[in-house]
């Protein structure tokens, strides 16, 4: 079965919505089996949306449109649904006794406007819409299906998974499902996490691999068609095994997980203090984004400027002059001395050059040294960062807490 998504939104064409609802359909039916082909967005004209319902009826055998069902002027699918189908909008008293019982439940007097909503295309199945007052639509037609969701996510999706996907799993012959995998990494750049990986991309049957870049970071998405979970999950698993051999510690984890997370899974026994100067703080940011790392995380200080270094990290000036503070010997004291201040078993800092301004001949912007302190060894990373201010200052925390996640797992 072909599936095909309608958004329909005048909104989402000026860019004020993200269309999030395409994107979780298009999950949704993948799990279940059904390939989507085409997405498309229509803004809230009658003739546009009538045209883009009536080419994805021909190529697709399943059709779901989203918003425009509400009771305003512009709500127009329900008008474009009925010309498609030929039907006649007919009147449902139990769906306008829905609406009223709406309104009565929060003391509203019901518009006259939301009386609309109770007409729907004569033969077609209605869904109750348990959070706001647009019912949805399953129209069959000859092998199609229509089938018309309310805008908002949070009415589509429980009325989706409610009603529209039991609709569908009963009808279906359960023939396959698309399952993914996403492996995550940070370190290398697309093209070098491609050669290593290449060789794998088709090892099993019906098994892909997709390579997806994002800033610092490099995802593996493995997917899998076969004719239940559990075949699935095992192509899965026979490719994942290759490339974690391939990559090994590249790869800091999958699916939902963030490097932030995983570093402070890691965390615990050990404490950590830090002392951020171009990280400007982002460093502790994502750290404290995840729950109890206080338990872990014992202090931070933003030692931005030189005397910041001085008074709270007791780095003498003679120091900061003689080096620098982009330097390597004072990313070395900032680690060292925010460990002794805090106590911490793990010290880490971070001194660069984020830009546009402060650069020198010998030191450019991007240049970036972070310190990594334990009782036992220092030692410091020097990278040469490209992109904006605040792509070097993402660049360099993800590099930071890479090496943290790299000393974490030793
Ligand atoms: P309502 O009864 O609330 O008017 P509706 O079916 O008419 O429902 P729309 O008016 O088209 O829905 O959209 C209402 C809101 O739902 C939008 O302003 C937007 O916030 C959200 N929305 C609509 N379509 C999408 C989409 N594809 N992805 C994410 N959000 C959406």
């Not at 995802?219 to 699935?232: E, G, P, V």
């Not at 965390?267 to 995840?290: F, K, Q, V, Y």
Request: hydrophobic share 40%; charged share 25%; aromatic share 4%.
């Amino acid at each position: 079965m072909k599936a095909e998504i309608v958004s329909i939104g005048t909104e989402m064409l000026l860019g004020q919505t993200l269309n999030t609802n395409s994107a979780y359909l298009s999950r949704k039916l993948a799990e279940s089996g059904i390939d989507t082909f085409h997405h498309s967005t229509v803004g809230d004209n009658k003739d546009r949306l009538y045209q883009a319902i009536k080419i994805a009826l021909e190529r697709s055998d399943m059709v779901i449109t989203t918003g425009g069902l509400g009771p305003t002027i512009d709500d127009i699918t329900l008008q474009a649904i009925a010309r498609i189908s030929k039907k006649p909008l007919v009147f449902k008293k139990e769906i306008l006794e829905l609406i009223e019982g709406h309104f009565h439940k929060r003391s509203i007097r019901m518009p006259k406007n939301n009386i609309r909503q109770a007409y729907i295309p004569k033969g077609a199945i209605w869904l109750k819409n348990a959070i706001g007052t647009a019912p949805g639509l399953i129209i069959k037609a000859e092998k199609k299906y229509l089938i018309a969701l309310p805008g908002p996510p949070r009415e589509m999706i429980p009325m989706f998974e409610k009603r529209v996907l039991p609709y569908f799993k009963k009808r279906i012959k359960q023939g396959s499902v698309i399952l993914s995998r996403t492996l995550k990494t940070t370190g290398l750049a697309e093209s070098q996490i491609h050669d290593r990986v290449s060789r794998f991309l088709r090892l099993a049957k019906h098994t892909t691999v997709g390579i997806y870049a994002h800033p610092c970071q490099i995802d593996l998405r493995i997917t899998s068609k076969a004719a239940n979970i559990s075949l699935a999950k095992k192509n899965i698993d026979v490719v994942e095994r290759a490339i974690r051999k391939k990559l090994g510690n590249l790869i800091f984890g999958s699916d939902n997980q963030t490097l932030e997370g995983v570093v402070a899974g890691l965390l615990a026994p050990r404490t950590i203090a830090i002392a951020e100067s171009c990280t400007g703080g982002l460093i502790t940011s994502r750290l404290t984004d995840i729950a109890g790392v206080s338990k872990n995380l014992l202090l931070s200080i933003v030692a931005y400027s030189n005397k910041s270094k001085t008074q709270l990290l007791g780095i003498q000036d003679k120091t900061l002059k003689q080096f620098g503070a982009v330097s390597k010997e004072i990313a070395r004291y900032m680690a060292v001395n925010i460990r002794h201040v805090s106590r911490a078993d793990i010290g880490i800092s971070t001194t660069g050059i984020a830009g546009p301004g402060g650069a020198t001949d010998k030191k450019p912007v991007g240049l970036v040294y972070i310190g990594l302190s334990t009782k036992q060894k220092t030692t410091v990373k020097k990278l040469l960062l490209t992109g904006t201010r605040g792509m070097i200052k993402y660049k360099a925390s993800q590099a930071a807490l890479d090496m943290l996640k790299h000393h974490l797992s030793k």
